[in-house]
């Protein structure tokens, strides 16, 4: 009653109908709000962690925010705090976290204090560690319901635990502290959710174990930051707009960047072992990256329609490499894990705390778009947001000084999911006036003020149609109010999970050993940690200034030599530094493809798969552009038997390395037929002698034009292995065969077909390949011993390929 004002009880003296009418109003309300109550019952949150760092940075504030929220519509709630902590320490610290909970800025504050005091009375600590603990605790909760006459309308147990204690906790809650029938069970997970996507999928089968699939809420809090949450309804809301937009026609590039000026220190045993790839890539960046990429369901407020597009376009992700990645260590991290974990003065951590990942994503939308993904600890600035950078076709007749925003063409066209912090200091959406006046719900998101002298992405604030939320809301506090409505989609299902796993995890395995560029940190970083990609690869701008110091018996450096040429069991070689081998390798190529397309019209290339040919195909694809590819044919000099799509397939890796980056007409790709009649390389099936007829149909005398082969530290060529006689002599142009390594089922060009060609260049790398380049020097004729030493072209000419760590070791 405090809260009628003198004055509006001064007029209800004037009208005593009113009075009256206002109590039983009142009443009614009251009787509702009681009603509603019994419908929607009572909903008890156990935040378990209760004392640790996040339930005091977020969590109890975000708990505080949903009371606020949803206090009066209807449910009654209990909190409990728990932890290992004794009774006395834990409810100490509770009371200070809770003393210290704020209201929105628009509540006044005698209401706040009044709020904060019932949420208070409503929250206790409790001790929680044996199985005896948990189920006093869910009889205390029947009391509390019985007493007070209420029914039960669920649970929600949030994890702010480490990992390894979620099995007991699992365990304890599922067979000793569920609801009663009828009511929900909610269990709120922090990640991290494993390490790669064995421990993750692990994990998830174990937490399977004890609860379904729609109980668990997986966490990634970047799904409760407003500006990421609007991504989907902005997409939604605008498709009008978008629908021609966004798609590798008109968009350059797509970066997705989280930037912290904060360090590790303080959390190097967590980071030792997780580093920035784990930390933040694998999760945050990783469901911006699918909100941007997947295609727009139909009912974009349907849980199940987002999984399913999202699990489409985990689906279309392309496969990460090594050179997908550039990473950075700040300098002062190694002495930090040193200092914290007590690590002697010689150990070295690799732990990256800075990636910058290079994505592609096969689709016909997207096909070609890079995705930037970076994110660093010890940045030059706190930011993070989402670009979408479109191409810019025109050209504006008119001089730089007349053109105006919302009408030239010419200027920068972007739209960013500016996710927070950063110059501009709170989330938004901003879209560049020359594409659209974009539509966003008027009741969460205004107009931004102007801010005179703000630029932001090279453009003045008011180059854009700006938009901020109209609440800035924390992004936990946003999650507990989805979980407590059950609302799904912000959340990651098991599925989710282990497809983002399996997209990371042979990155990471492929990275365990690689050395991060050191970064002082901050602005002193200056352009250490730019970054540029050629093709498929991903790499830093600035060579890092490295001093080579020689010491005796040094091995050459790449001034001792240029381009070596010598000879090699009697044929041409050519020896040179990685780079420089390739180079040489590819110009040959195209001289030897002009050539033969002049004097022939067309050119019969055979390649061969596996790693060497790799950076060759990658130099052919974006260096060679006057290489004739439209009169050019490609053959398989062996195929693994695997389907096609296979990533072992070598004809997978011709169409990621090559195919997709040039215009090779479609009936001139020839791949092996090793996967007909659904099943593999089976002699009925023929598939050899289609391929050698094929040959014979299109390529005259059966004589390529040139065969790229390799050579493997076992002698072996093409797939024709040592002591295993098919393909080393008689009449069959192209064989059944099998490895020693797998699959060992493998298609071969025979060694007589190969020497038909009108040149063979045989490619080596690498200081592995060392001893058999050695020892192949010495050897005979003595193809069954070692097939590279059958290789003789009868009529055409043999050429070496080396470079000088398999030459000179
Ligand atoms: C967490 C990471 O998930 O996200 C931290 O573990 C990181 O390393 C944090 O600092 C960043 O979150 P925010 O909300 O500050 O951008």
Not at 393 to 411: F, G, I, M, P, T
Not at 507 to 525: C, F, K, Q
Request: net charge neutral.
């Amino acid at each position: 009653m405090e809260h009628i004002k003198p004055h509006s009880l001064g007029q209800n003296r004037r009208c005593p109908g009113c009075w009256k009418m206002l109590t039983v109003a009142m009443c009614m309300a009251l009787v509702a709000c009681l009603q509603a109550q019994e419908l929607q019952g009572h909903v008890s949150v156990i935040l378990l962690g209760a004392t640790g760092d996040l339930a005091k940075k977020y969590l109890w504030q975000g708990l505080f925010q949903l009371y606020l929220d949803e206090v009066g519509k209807g449910c009654s709630f209990s909190f409990h705090g728990a932890a290992l902590t004794s009774t006395k320490q834990g409810q100490e610290f509770i009371t200070k976290v809770l003393e210290s909970l704020s209201c929105p800025e628009d509540m006044v504050p005698r209401r706040c204090a009044e709020l904060r005091g019932q949420f208070q009375q409503l929250s206790q600590y409790r001790r929680l560690r044996t199985n005896e603990d948990y189920m006093a605790l869910s009889k205390d909760i029947e009391a509390q319901l019985e007493h007070k006459g209420l029914r039960e309308a669920g649970r929600v147990f949030y994890f702010s635990v480490p990992p390894f204690a979620y099995a007991d906790i699992a365990r304890s809650i599922n067979s000793s502290c569920r609801p009663g029938p009828g009511a929900w069970l909610r269990v709120v997970l922090e990640k991290p959710f494993g390490h790669d996507h064995l421990s993750a999928q692990q994990l998830a089968t174990e937490l399977g174990s004890f609860f379904q699939e729609e109980e668990m809420y997986r966490v990634d809090h970047y799904l409760g930051k407003q500006a990421v949450a609007q991504i989907l309804p902005f997409r939604d809301q605008n498709r009008k707009a978008l629908d021609g937009l966004w798609n590798r026609h008109h968009v350059e590039r797509v970066e997705i960047i989280m930037k912290e000026t904060v360090d590790a220190g303080g959390r190097t045993s967590f980071y030792e072992e997780y580093g920035v790839i784990r930390d933040v890539l694998q999760n945050h960046l990783t469901e911006v990256l699918t909100l941007v990429a997947m295609e727009l369901p139909y009912n974009v407020s349907s849980s199940e329609a987002v999984l399913q597009h999202k699990l489409q376009a985990f689906r279309a992700l392309r496969g990460l490499q090594k050179g997908s990645a550039v990473l950075g260590q700040y300098q002062a991290y190694g002495e930090q894990v040193r200092r914290e974990q007590q690590k002697p003065d010689s150990f070295h951590s690799l732990t990256p705390t800075f990636a910058g990942i290079l994505v592609h994503v096969d689709n016909l939308r997207w096909e070609g778009v890079p995705f930037f993904l970076m994110s660093g600890k010890a940045m030059d600035e706190r930011v993070g947001y989402v670009r979408i950078l479109f191409r810019n076709q025109a050209y504006c007749a008119q001089n730089e000084k007349r053109w105006v925003a919302d009408q030239s063409q010419c200027l920068p066209r972007q739209i960013v999911f500016y996710i927070g912090h950063g110059e501009l200091g709170s989330p938004a959406v901003l879209v560049s006036r020359n594409l659209f006046r974009p539509s966003l719900p008027s009741e969460s998101w205004k107009e931004v003020e102007g801010r005179p002298g703000l630029h932001l992405f090279g453009r003045p604030l008011s180059d854009y149609y700006a938009y901020s939320p109209v609440r800035e809301q924390d992004a936990y506090s946003v999650l507990m109010s989805h979980i407590f409505h059950g609302r799904k989609d912000s959340f990651i299902t098991t599925e989710n999970l282990l497809a983002s796993w399996v997209f990371w995890t042979p990155l990471l395995d492929s990275l365990a050993h690689e050395v991060p560029r050191l970064y002082p940190g901050g602005a002193e970083s200056g352009h250490l940690l730019d970054f540029e990609f050629r093709g498929t690869q991903l790499r830093f701008s600035r060579q890092q200034l490295e001093q080579l110091v020689p010491g005796p018996g040094s091995a050459p450096k790449p001034s001792d030599f240029q381009v070596l040429r010598a000879k090699y069991r009697e044929s041409p070689l050519i020896s040179a530094w990685p780079e420089e081998l390739i180079a040489k390798l590819a110009d040959d190529i195209e001289a030897t493809a002009v050539r033969a397309v002049r004097r022939f019209g067309e050119f019969h290339l055979a390649l061969s798969g596996g790693s060497s040919p790799v950076p060759l195909l990658q130099q052919l694809a974006t260096r060679h552009y006057g290489f004739p590819w439209a009169h050019t044919h490609l053959w398989l000099v062996d195929e693994r038997c695997v389907p096609l799509r296979d990533p072992e397939s070598n004809f997978q890796g011709l169409q990621a390395h090559l195919l997709q980056h040039v215009r090779v007409p479609h009936y001139n790709v020839h791949p092996m037929p090793v996967h007909l009649h659904q099943r593999l390389c089976a002699e009925e099936d023929r598939g050899a002698q289609m391929y050698a007829s094929e040959i014979s149909a299109l390529v005259t005398n059966s004589s390529f034009d040139l065969v790229l082969l390799g050579m493997g530290t076992d002698g072996h060529t093409a797939s024709l292995f040592p002591q295993s006689p098919a393909g080393l002599e008689g009449t069959q142009p192209v064989v059944l065969t099998r490895s020693p390594s797998k699959p060992h089922q493998r298609m071969s060009l025979s060694l007589p077909l190969i020497n038909r060609a009108r040149k063979v260049a045989v490619l080596v790398m690498g200081r592995l390949k060392r001893e058999i380049t050695m020892l192949v020097s010495r050897v005979g004729h003595e193809p069954k011993k070692w097939p590279i030493s059958g290789v003789l072209p009868s009529s055409g000419q043999l050429v070496w390929y080396m470079d000088y760590e398999a030459f000179l070791g």
